[in-house]
């Protein structure tokens, strides 16, 4: 049999060069084999033929058999369209077209058998069709059609004349060319322990079912080789650097850690954060490079469980270095982690691309001898000039705005890689987590510190926003300060620029009496900086800002976060931007503004509402909005699974981890050639 993969699908019958171009371009797809693995998105039961008076108002996608008793035309311009008086004999229905009248009329003749197929609706007391496909009864064999597939297209593709029916007819081509099985691409072994279909049944299968059951038994086959060709490719990552890199072997927590314990620690640990730390000290004394990503949500005291660890390294004789992906944040970690070490021999300096001359010249050399303990950056760490005597552990925060090459240029920092903790306030669903971080050790803060007022979270519409100026207008009398947000949910969108520059007009004409301050990403990092002082030292009353406020900003007299056109934003974003507030002692409320006034922005909003539970959230926000927006923005090519969803397939998920867990521990050999999914870790993205 001929090679899928190499076989071009302009050479496919029906096909050709053009309909090939726009096959390419649309699709991606270029070869049968491409073609074979693009997935239908729906089923309709074409077994069944209705009777037109079994007909009712609630009924999907149906068909039925008999003629067209007559045609006649109605309305005028835009409005003509074409009616065709269909019946069974049991009653009549109107197929309805807008366009193509007077081809439709020459092709489809009255008094002639045919099978109709479309969506049914009540109008006017009549039964209607709206664009209808129409089968001549004596060319459809309905008996061996089963479930007939549905396929995305776009526009493009509908103007070349390839819609569904299109490209169903072609799959229907390749299908048919399938005489010999495919080369298998799971073990005889794992096949017959996961009761899986063979691979060019389950290909069959997944494009043309005789009926339900097979269409189900397909699709397990084919989402458990795609996830489990995921999870070989990161547990085979994470053994292999297990294997290759030994990690230091910190023996002792002596007299740093032991002095800060006892003298600085600001108040008692939670029992997650004792529980995290020892599992931290037993990796860091394994003898095995740590590589734990430590979750917690907002204000679960992660940034003292991680300069804790650091201190560690330092009574073993390592140096420290933790990076953030903003100055902002980088800036926060330095005056926090400073004020926790008062009156203690620990070094910290801060490391920015602000940080120039004579300053920056002084830190290097600092690294370099050792006289610094602890460096706090943004991507600067990772320059070629930034260089260490012994870096022991590195902390990564908000790890998932750094990709995996840069996160990877601080081993180089050493001779053997440091321990590694990366941490993220975005609490990830296990299974999330399972794809994205499975290289990665998990710990979980899970716990708030005692005394923490949960933050009255409340949803109004744009309508009631006088009262709300009332409620601001008390709190900021009160002494407390306010956020306010806007959407700026690329850079690049100017509309959105704009409206937070109205906004911020706005603010002032409603607030003359406060100080009303102004940050966003299109500013100067030293512009930035100075406004954010100003609300931080309680100059300004007011924030106006857009999502970069959402980590690394602390002002526990901030109390009130309004979010304008809050339907704009993730739930795990909206969470986030909620915990800016809530984190001293006074009252805090967090009001989400729906610009939409949509019932389905309402109930995304109650959510949060209800809840201050990030991992609920986070789940909930994982089944709305699938993978690859999790974070707030898409990134191309991630986690855009064929067919799997790790949502909705957990448990496959589950035993495809399995059954690669026990290849990898009995170190069976699985050819490259079997992959199919590739992970490429240098630019984060998993590539079907």
């Known amino acids: 049999m001929f090679d899928l993969a190499t076989r071009d699908i302009k050479y496919l019958s029906g096909v050709g060069p053009q309909r090939a171009s726009v096959l390419n371009k649309e699709l991606g797809i270029y070869s049968l084999h491409d073609l074979l693995y693009y997935f239908p998105y729906k089923y309709v039961d074409r077994s069944r033929i209705y009777y037109i008076q079994e007909i009712d108002g609630t009924m999907p996608y149906i068909q039925l058999k008999g003629e067209i008793l007559s045609f006649e035309t109605a309305g005028e311009g835009r409005q003509r369209r074409l009616i065709a008086h269909f019946s069974d004999g049991t009653g009549v229905v109107d197929l309805v077209w807008f366009q193509g009248i007077k081809y439709l009329v020459g092709k489809y003749k009255v008094h002639q058998e045919y099978i109709v197929f479309g969506k049914p609706t009540f109008f006017n007391g009549r039964i209607n069709m709206a664009h209808p496909d129409i089968d001549s009864a004596s060319d459809l064999k309905l008996s061996s059609m089963g479930l007939q597939p549905y396929y ?71 989402k458990f080789e ?39 620690l600001p108040f008692e640990l939670t029992n997650a954060q004792k529980r995290v730390l020892k599992e931290i000290r037993k990796d860091v004394g394994s003898g095995k490079q740590m590589n734990r990503l430590l979750q917690g949500d907002v204000g679960s005291g992660k940034t003292l469980v991680a300069l804790m660890s650091m201190l560690m390294a330092l009574d073993n004789g390592f140096q420290a ?107 990830i669903p296990r299974t999330l987590a399972m794809t994205l971080y499975g290289d990665l050790d998990v710990s979980v803060i899970d716990e708030l510190p005692p005394g923490r007022k949960p933050i009255v979270t409340l949803h109004q519409f744009d309508s009631r926003r006088i009262s709300l100026y009332q409620s601001m207008h008390k709190q900021i009398a009160e002494g407390r300060q306010v956020y306010i947000v806007y959407p700026l949910i690329k850079e690049s969108e100017k509309i959105d620029l704009k409206n937070l520059e ?66 704009r934003f993730g739930l795990s974003q909206l969470h986030q931007l909620r915990g800016r507030v809530g984190r001293g002692e006074h009252q805090s409320y967090c009001i989400f503004i729906n610009g939409s006034g949509k019932k389905e922005a309402l109930e995304r909003l109650n959510i949060l509402c209800k809840s201050n539970d990030g991992f609920l959230i986070a789940n909930e926000d994982l089944k709305l909005r699938g993978p690859g927006d999790f974070f707030g923005v898409r990134q191309s090519g991630d986690f855009e699974f064929r067919l799997g969803d790790i949502m909705n397939d957990a448990n496959i998920l589950k035993q495809a981890s399995e059954a690669v867990e026990l290849i990898l521990n009995e170190e069976v050999e699985i050819s490259d050639k079997q992959c199919k999914i590739i992970i490429e870790y240098e630019n984060d993205s998993i590539n079907i």
């Open 152 to 222: 995305n297209t776009t526009e493009k593709m509908k103007r070349s004349s390839l819609n569904s029916h299109a490209i169903e007819k072609m799959m229907n081509t390749v299908v048919q060319q399938l005489r010999e099985p495919l080369p298998e691409t799971l073990s005889p072994a794992i096949l017959a322990e996961h009761h899986l279909m063979p691979l060019t049944e389950a290909l069959v299968n997944i494009h043309f079912p005789a009926n339900p059951d097979l269409l189900r038994k397909a699709q397990y086959r084919l």
């Open 226 to 264: 795609e996830l489990f060709y995921v999870q070989l490719n990161i547990l085979r990552y994470a053994k292999d650097r297990q294997r290759k890199y030994r990690g230091y072997i910190f023996e002792r927590v002596g007299e740093v850690f032991n002095t800060f314990y006892s003298r600085n």
């Open 321 to 427: 270095c933790m990076m953030a992906p903003t100055e902002i944040l980088a800036n926060q970690h330095y005056e926090t982690i400073r004020e926790l070490l008062y009156g203690m021999e620990v070094r910290v300096e801060l490391l920015t691309g602000s940080v120039k001359g004579k300053r920056r010249e002084a830190i290097l050399v600092g690294l370099l001898t050792g006289d610094i303990h602890i460096l706090i950056g943004t991507h600067a760490v990772i320059e070629d000039t930034v260089n260490f005597a012994s870096l022991g552990l590195v902390v990564i925060d908000e790890q998932h705005r750094f990709g995996v090459a840069q996160r990877a240029r601080l081993w180089t920092k050493n001779v053997q890689p440091p321990h590694v903790l990366v941490m993220t306030a975005t609490p």
């Open 502 to 567: 109205e906004g911020y007009l706005h603010v002032c004409e409603e607030f003359p009496e406060c100080r009303v301050c102004k940050v966003h990403g299109k500013m100067k990092p030293a512009e930035k900086d100075a406004q954010m002082q100003l609300f931080v030292s309680g100059e300004a009353q007011i924030m106006v800002a857009t999502t970069v406020i959402e980590v690394g900003v602390n002002v526990p007299n901030a109390s009130v976060m309004v979010i304008e056109n809050a339907e």
